[in-house]
């Protein structure tokens, strides 16, 4: 049974930053990609960054470019999230989510796994 675990959220100051973890258990597969999505009250769910365990390659959508940074220690299996500069619209719960093969999507149905979120909120 694969297992998702989040952790780090809380809240900080515009401008200020935070680091998400997402620690994975319980799956057998070396090949498969972890996204970290949000959902901001009233809105759907969007994905923000994913990252594919074999290579490290990453992906980020536009409004975060440059500003977060995903990383993983497959030796931890743990996957991160560094997010930088946070801006007030940045406000949401934030979930790593776990799909297996090698394609890098940030389409949520597509993903298998999903861990129980955790709360950022930016506000001064």
């Known amino acids: 049974q694969v297992q998702l675990v989040e952790s780090g959220g809380g809240l900080v100051q515009p401008g200020g930053s935070l680091t998400l973890s997402c620690a994975a258990s319980?799956?057998?597969?070396?090949?498969?990609?972890i996204g970290w999505f949000r959902q901001a009250p009233g809105k759907e769910r969007e994905g923000v960054s994913c990252?594919?365990?074999?290579?490290?390659?990453?992906y980020y959508v536009d409004s975060v470019k440059g500003r977060f940074t995903i990383s993983r220690d497959n030796a931890k299996n743990t996957v991160y999230l560094q997010m930088n500069t946070l801006k007030p619209e940045d406000t949401a719960v934030y979930y790593c989510?776990?799909?297996?093969?090698?394609?890098?999507?940030?389409?949520?149905?597509?993903?298998?796994?999903w861990g129980q979120g955790t709360q950022v909120t930016v506000s001064s």
């Open positions: 990252i594919r365990s074999s290579d490290g390659t990453t």
């Open positions: 319980g799956f057998t597969s070396g090949l498969n990609v």
């Open positions: 989510a776990m799909r297996t093969g090698w394609v890098m999507s940030l389409q949520r149905y597509e993903y298998n796994y």
